[in-house]
């Protein structure tokens, strides 16, 4: 059970706040390395902010600081317009937060872990709040099945049926997708986009790019540090990359040649087509002459989409820190 509920707090979000989360130079060092290395990240009221970046960089670590589970090693600032630092019950008490892993209990059912969490928040009128979070997700129908024996869609309904039990202002949800078929995860993001509506604001991490798509703002960090911020497009942009689409047959044994050409930064295949992405155009088209002159090899610019933008930064970072991408 991963809640951790400060009961005693009394504090309610400062009305109005600028931001519903606002902190700079975040930070936290594990055996002497930085995994999460002076953020800054400002959140508006009712925004959904996808959260990206590879495994081990940092989402979860920033997730649990900003949620009071952990405490950073440096930075300051707010969440709910309260000193995340000072404030970290009163934070909790308004705070969603959603773990990677499922966090409820397997061996009670959906409607039992309800009123369990509603029990952990001392809400008033729990059998009803317990009812009205059943329809709200779509659980009545299994309200008496054990949590244990759900599928995994089931389930993240479960964990964020109860995550916002006590009405959070903020919910922080990391990786809530993993592992969903596509139609529950369809069904997930309809219902946080209602809830950004009544102005609830998520920060939500992901790996997928068409989860990525779906949120207002993006954030994208590796090696503990933010690489881009902004909108799908405005990231898009500011990369600056040049993308070129390659298809016709056996294209394969060309892409460990493509990949360790200078300059070039992605090399990816989408269905049929190839994407060589690169931030300098003469060694893009360097390394695309050789398939240039190949029959049946058709080449053409293309837009660059996030997941080109993402591979590119991280192949960018990992010269700068001097790491293997
Ligand atoms: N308690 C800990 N002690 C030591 N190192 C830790 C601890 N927790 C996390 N780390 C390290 O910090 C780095 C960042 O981990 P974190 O879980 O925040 O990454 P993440 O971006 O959430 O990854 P993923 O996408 O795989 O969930 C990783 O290298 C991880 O091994």
Request: proline content about 4%; charged content about 20%.
């Amino acid at each position: 059970m991963s809640l951790n509920i400060g009961m005693s707090a009394a504090l309610d979000a400062a009305p109005g706040a600028e931001w519903a989360i606002d902190v700079r130079g975040l930070s936290k060092v594990y055996g002497g390395r930085a995994v999460v290395d002076a953020i800054d990240l400002q959140v508006a009221p009712g925004r959904i902010c996808g959260f990206l970046g590879p495994n081990g960089s940092g989402k979860t670590t920033t997730i649990r600081m900003l949620c009071g589970l952990l405490t950073p090693d440096a930075g300051e600032g707010q969440c709910l317009g309260l000193d995340f630092r000072q404030h970290a019950a009163a934070i909790k008490r308004q705070v969603g937060y959603m773990t990677q892993k499922f966090g409820l209990y397997e061996d009670l059912s959906i409607r039992e872990n309800l009123d369990f969490v509603a029990r952990l928040f001392e809400l008033p009128d729990r059998r009803d709040t317990v009812d009205q979070a059943l329809e709200r997700l779509g659980l009545q129908s299994r309200a008496h099945q054990l949590a244990g024996s759900l599928s995994g869609g089931w389930k993240q309904r479960l964990s964020l049926a109860a995550c916002l039990l006590h009405s959070p202002r903020l919910l922080l949800l990391d990786e809530p997708t993993a592992g969903v078929d596509p139609k529950a995860r369809r069904d997930f993001w309809d219902e946080i986009h209602r809830l950004a509506d009544e102005g609830i604001t998520v920060l939500v991490s992901t790996h997928y790019m068409d989860e990525a798509e779906r949120c207002h703002e993006l954030v994208y960090i590796a090696y503990g540090k933010i690489l881009a911020r902004g909108s799908e497009a405005q990231i898009i942009a500011d990369a600056g990359l040049h993308v070129w689409s390659l298809s016709g047959p056996h294209l394969a044994p060309w892409v460990p040649a493509l990949k360790a050409a200078p300059g070039v930064l992605s090399v990816a295949a989408f269905g049929n087509a190839l994407h060589v992405a690169a931030q300098d155009e003469a060694l893009l088209m360097q390394a695309l002459g050789p398939l240039r002159q190949q029959v049946g090899v058709h080449c053409e610019p293309a837009r660059a989409n996030l997941e080109d933008v993402f591979v590119s930064l991280i192949a960018r970072a990992a010269d700068n820190f001097g790491v293997a991408a």
